[in-house]
């Protein structure tokens, strides 16, 4: 069985610049989440979906960051414009459906982002 | 709101030894599942053990294995005989059942001495 696929896995950008991250969650997964993991800590949801509609995002940074999840499969997160505070790995994980008992999230490798 | 402590930044063991990261978190609710996760220097994380509150038997997954107070609401994992490869980060989780999302900790960087 396939992972979770992400892309890039490194990305370097200059502040105010725009970057996008990929995410391909393991087949037949209805829940995805996009994390944001700053060095030394662990990681902080940003956003979750279920299907193509979004569950949670009240921690995502809406001036700035936004999401989508087309067609309930792949997903995609864009920052524009980046600051600073940004860098971090973005990490994109996947589960069977959030109200399993149980219901394990599988990662990705993450995008380790760094902004100049 | 809930949260998760783990209070131990970083812990080094003998390889072969055994060793014990502590997690703590703070809850209302009466049902939820704990969870230990694995972050290898590559960064892709991994599950290493969950726990259902309800069940009182101490989940174990071969060498690694937890112990569950529920009343002292702690969660401690211990790895029996380290190997160089349970190098890495470990974070302790906890499962929200409102919403189903994961609470997670700061996190313990688990070296291991040859």
């Known amino acids: 069985e396939a992972g979770v696929a992400q892309s890039p896995r490194y990305k370097i950008i200059e502040k105010r610049q725009s970057v996008a991250f990929w995410c391909n969650p393991i087949?037949?997964?209805?829940?995805l989440y996009w994390y944001q993991q700053i060095l030394g800590q662990g990681p902080k949801l940003l956003i979750q979906?279920?299907?193509?509609?979004?569950?949670?995002d009240s921690q995502l940074p809406k001036d700035r960051f936004s999401a989508e999840r087309l067609k309930g499969v792949d997903s995609t997160l864009k920052i524009q414009p980046a600051k600073l505070e940004d860098s971090a790995v973005y990490l994109c994980?996947?589960?069977?459906?959030?109200?399993?008992?149980?219901?394990?999230?599988?990662f990705g490798p993450g995008t380790r982002l760094t902004v100049l | 709101a809930q949260t998760v402590t783990q209070s131990q930044p970083e812990m080094s063991v003998q390889e072969a030894e055994t060793v014990t990261l502590s997690c703590t978190y703070d809850?209302?609710?009466?049902?939820?599942?704990l969870f230990w996760y694995k972050q290898p220097p590559s960064r892709q994380m991994i599950l290493v053990i969950r726990?259902?509150?309800?069940k009182q038997q101490n989940a174990t997954e071969n060498r690694f294995s937890v112990n569950f107070q529920k009343a002292a609401k702690s969660f401690s994992l211990k790895i029996s005989d380290s190997q160089l490869g349970d190098a890495a980060m470990y974070f302790c989780?906890?499962?929200?059942?409102?919403?189903?999302?994961?609470?997670w900790g700061a996190g313990t960087k688990l070296i291991i001495k040859p």
């Open positions: 994980a996947s589960s069977l459906f959030s109200g399993l008992a149980g219901n394990e999230q599988f």
């Open positions: 087949s037949g997964h209805a829940t």
């Open positions: 979906f279920q299907n193509n509609g979004v569950v949670d």
């Open positions: 809850t209302s609710e009466s049902d939820y599942y």
């Open positions: 726990q259902e509150a309800y």
């Open positions: 989780a906890y499962r929200r059942e409102s919403n189903y999302q994961l609470i």
